[in-house]
């Protein structure tokens, strides 16, 4: 018999709880991602940057860093893992060809990545992350389920000693620092103590957050298109080079590792009991959400000190992999009870269209906020912000149960593919 069977995966065979997932994930995506696109984005962790400190937006910057900040981003990551393996899974076909796909389909991620960063300019686009980071998931995937968590397991402590590292780093340094701004005024300066200085001063440009590096971010996404290609290039040139190495790729592969361990155990197609998926809930936001509201609280009464923020906090994948854990068993309980059919309708057809949505979050944002666009950029409080971010669920939510009624795959999905298989998909429902 020939092996040659390489369609893409049909609508019928989709796994549904997955995609409503998905779409829950690419939704809590944005709450964080908007910052960065409506502010400099050093606004991602220092929420005075946009003057939310106080108030009402203090509220809305508490409640979506303990709620959302990194669970999303870790079940996206860990989903991208999971449909790895459902890629690879085509029955009666011949190996050499699905590697051959597989790879293909990476690499063509890693462009669309290049594509949201560069021509979108937004240089928080995880495509290329996916992309790059899918190149080495698949010398994972016939590991038993067990042995790929070991793997997620030991990055993650890695990525662990990593953030304390940072948190101790910035800790460190900022008493330092401290201790030579506290010298009387015209003290001359030895050499240790200008050293300090100049790396407190890297440390802070490594994370854009110097009012110089903020005023220049500003006036950029204030200019023409030109402008603000021109200003993001270097950023994303630095984010996926060092930024990648030293931290992306393993924040993405730890993930994609525990999404294919979870796929093998039937975790995420709403299968196993309500106990399993209620003792998900239970721990996960148990876990999650006090230790996430003790590390937000505690970085704002300690007056937002930037070894409190979000990537630099000590126990910040714990807080993470917990609410994401808690999430996902929240969703298989619904999928698996049937119940709020609309909305899980819904979201099941944002996740089926996860690429055209993610990429035209970056389209519509930079419409909104830049001033190429409608220059909203530094225009509008933190809370909102967050009026922006629900009009356009509401518009993803809508346009993707129309668009679905009417064709196999979203945009972005039918070039995906398109190109993966070197041929033109059927879009058009018959």
Known sequence: MELTQTAPVTGKARIESI???????????????????ANPFAAYLDPRIDGADQGIDLFAFMAMDILAEGSMRTIFSMLFGAGMLIFLSKPNTDPAIVKSLYYRRALFLVLFGLFNAYVLVWPGDILYTYGMTGLV?????????????????????????????MHMQGRMLK???????????????????????????????????????????????????????????????FIQTLGFVMNMFWDALAMMLLGMAFLKWKIFDASRSYKTYGLFCLVGFGIGIPLNAWETITYVNGGFELHWGSFNRPTYDIGRLSLALGYIGLIMIICKSGVLAWLRTGLARVGQMALTNYLSQS????????????????????????????????????????WLKRYRFGPAEWLWRSLTYRKAQSLRLD
């Open 175 to 237: 008493e330092q620092v401290d201790a030579v701004n506290a010298l009387p005024a015209g003290t001359e300066l030895n050499a240790e103590q200008e050293e300090i200085l100049e790396t407190w001063q890297s440390f802070l440009e490594q994370q854009f957050m110097t009012p110089e590096l903020i005023a220049t971010e500003l006036e950029a996404k204030r200019g023409s298109y030109v402008t603000n290609v021109v200003h993001a290039a270097p950023t994303n040139f």
């Open 363 to 402: 389209i519509i944002c930079a419409i909104l906020f830049l001033g190429f666009g409608f220059g909203l950029v530094g225009e509008l409080a933190r809370h909102q912000i967050y009026y922006v971010v629900f009009a356009i669920w509401v518009f993803q939510f809508f346009f993707s149960i129309w």
């Open 137 to 165: 998931l698949y010398f994972f995937r016939d590991m038993p389920a067990k042995r790929l968590a070991q793997f997620s397991a030991g990055v993650l402590f890695l990525l662990a000693l990593l953030h304390g590292g």
């Open 19 to 37: 995609d409503t997932l998905r779409g829950l994930a690419l939704f809590g995506i944005l709450i964080m991602n908007i910052i960065a696109f």
